[in-house]
Nanobody
């Protein structure tokens, strides 16, 4: 059974930082791309960042480029999202997702329960 458990969300002031973690189990973690999506109230879910199975390729939404960094530790079956320079518009529920293949190009087929990130003064 595939499980993805996010942690690290919370309330942070504008300009602050958070690091999200996603612990994965139930599949061969190092064989699949992973990603972070987010969904703000009243908006559609959007891709924030993705990383290939061995971490050699990453991609980011234009809105977070230069501020967010996705990484993974295949020995720990964990994917991370380091978020710096947070803005109020980054407020959303952040979801971890498993890819359907090793590549960042493609669909994501399993999801965690999400972790809330709120950026406010």
């Amino acid at each position: 059974q595939i499980q993805l458990v996010e942690s690290g969300g919370g309330l942070v002031q504008p300009g602050g930082s958070l690091r999200l973690s996603c612990a994965a189990s139930g599949f061969s973690f190092s064989s699949y791309a992973m990603s972070w999506y987010r969904q703000a109230p009243g908006k559609e879910r959007e891709l924030v960042a993705a990383i290939s199975s061995l971490g050699r390729s990453t991609k980011y939404a234009d809105s977070v480029k230069g501020r967010f960094t996705i990484s993974r530790d295949n020995a720990k079956n964990t994917v991370y999202l380091q978020m710096n320079g947070l803005k109020p518009e980054d407020t959303a529920v952040y979801y971890c997702a498993k890819g359907s293949s090793w590549s960042t190009v493609g669909s994501f087929d399993s999801w965690g329960q999400g972790t809330q990130v709120t950026v406010s003064s």
